[in-house]
């Protein structure tokens, strides 16, 4: 029986059930699908998880209703800062960026600073330079912004509002693209796991705001001798539980099973106030995928091999 | 019998002993004492323990031996960037920032973050506007730099080294000047617990890295349930561990005691090839200052109310 695992996320939300067209639905489905199949197939030949988690993350970043790359939700002065971070369960290696205005690849650019540089985080401004001074690929501002995304950050500073991408406490114009940050995590044939997450963050956020998703311990963790982390939500509130880290601690120190140390570790965020998800994988090949809010964007590849796709709870 | 507590550190490092003069070593224990009897004095009459760090933080950041605020390292364009975090064991509120160039505490525009904003991490930029709108004390790139500090800068860029501030490799012009990063850690006589950490991080980084000093997890954590801990070393290593939620997960979920807890994580960084050390107090009152360098700066209060100052191990 193969050891591939995947599990990948395209943010977790409130979305309104009702206010999900058919059709939309239908796109998402079809890019998660596409995006898992691929990034199974990867592993069935051979590829790391490293590897198949950077592609994955790739791919949702260009997926245009994601909240992540292209289609990133804009800060307060209507620019994208895109964050993401990657980490190698193997080695805990580790990269990240955060409030980095240039890469169109974000993960990718987290990718190099885990493998280019002496360092594991960078941010701001010495992420455009790095970026340029390894030849990744760059763009312009525009790059990032979808005609939604931009009246999304409009309605927000008018109401005064930093919105998560997928909230719907304001009657956004089309509620169905409110859709989060996106992850995956992966077990590969040789049973190594790793993680990566990338996101555009909140809407209308201060500018050089920084959610959980480049901090390492909080949106993203790996380690192969208990499991790879990706989070999804409101990120102080990840923040202020470590909670990539703790799902790993409660593995651990206290001998919990993947889905309890997953459910435990939410549960910690929600005391404080905050909604979300995260996807894991244990070092046994054991898929969690547990969420506080209405619906998770997600797709996985258990024992089985077959690829499954699900938003809300059913 | 007071429940007061307090651990302050100006940074872990392998200071040749031979190297540190007699006089240079008195003018950093007068600071360390001074600074500590200050802040025990004010948890003595009754002030919070998140107040406590935070002013303790920032007298060393204004004491120009020690690498964080006026007397900071510089980066490889000869600039001072700043990390700060502190976090609150009561409510686990926290705030940071990361590659700060302007404010005159940076610890200070950390708890502005956790007090007067909703978000806990600003990075870049977009720390400078922060200070701005709240009227904090800025200041200009001069008034971080020493000149001992530029001669540092210079020579690791010399040589293309980063170098950690107490980083013996190459042959600085002072090497006893090569202290590092500053933190405190306090119980309150109501038993709540607070961390805060500052830090210009390591000579001729790349410009935007940031290290453990601005990670929640990484280099800061407070939780009343378990501890407070602040850390201090080769940042990278520092977050591929969660150092300082290591600390807190070891005692929530292993049952472990402050002291082994501080050192299994600790351990655990130098098994990546990190050194360092870290400052923490427990819920109990006990408190754990680990390192596996050849010194760590230190000063701290017991229960018996005197005022401790230690460099090396004796």
């Not at 206010?19 to 890019?31: C, K």
């Not at 970043?61 to 620019?79: I, K, M, Q, R, S």
Request: a negative charge.
């Amino acid at each position: 029986m193969s050891r591939c695992r995947l599990v990948i996320h395209g943010g977790a939300g409130v979305i309104d059930r009702a206010s999900l067209t058919a059709e939309r639905e239908a796109e998402f489905r079809r890019a998660l699908h596409a995006i898992a199949a691929d990034a199974y197939a990867r592993l069935q030949t051979g590829a790391t998880a490293i590897d198949v988690v950077e592609n994955a993350v790739m791919a949702l970043e260009d997926f245009p209703l994601f909240n992540a790359g292209h289609g990133a939700v804009l800060n307060a002065d209507g620019v994208a800062e895109l964050d993401a971070s990657i980490m190698d369960g193997a080695t805990r290696a580790a990269g990240a960026i955060a409030a980095a205005r240039t890469p169109r690849n974000p993960i990718q650019l987290a990718r190099a600073v885990m493998d280019r540089t002496e360092h594991v985080l960078l941010a701001g401004a010495g992420t455009d330079r790095l970026a340029a001074e390894l030849g990744l690929p760059q763009v312009g501002p525009d790059y990032y912004v979808t005609a939604e995304r931009a009246e999304q950050q409009r309605l927000a500073a008018r109401l005064g509002k930093v919105t998560l991408d997928h909230d719907a406490v304001f009657n956004a114009p089309s509620p169905s693209d409110k859709t989060g940050t996106v992850g995956a995590v992966a077990r590969d044939a040789h049973g190594h796991l790793a993680a990566a997450t990338s996101t555009g963050g909140m809407t209308n956020k201060r500018v050089g705001r920084c959610g959980d998703t480049p901090i390492i311990g909080a949106g993203t963790w790996a380690d192969d001798a208990t499991c790879a982390v990706s989070a999804t939500g409101h990120g102080e509130y990840f923040i202020r539980s470590a909670l990539a880290y703790d799902v790993h601690a409660r593995i651990a120190y206290g001998a919990q099973l993947l889905m309890d140390a997953g459910r435990a570790a939410l549960a910690r965020v929600q005391s404080l106030g905050g909604t979300g998800g995260l996807i894991a994988i244990d070092a046994g090949g054991n898929i969690a995928m547990p969420y506080n809010s209405e619906g998770m964007y997600r797709a996985w590849v258990g024992s089985d091999g077959a690829v499954n796709v699900a938003i809300y709870a059913n």
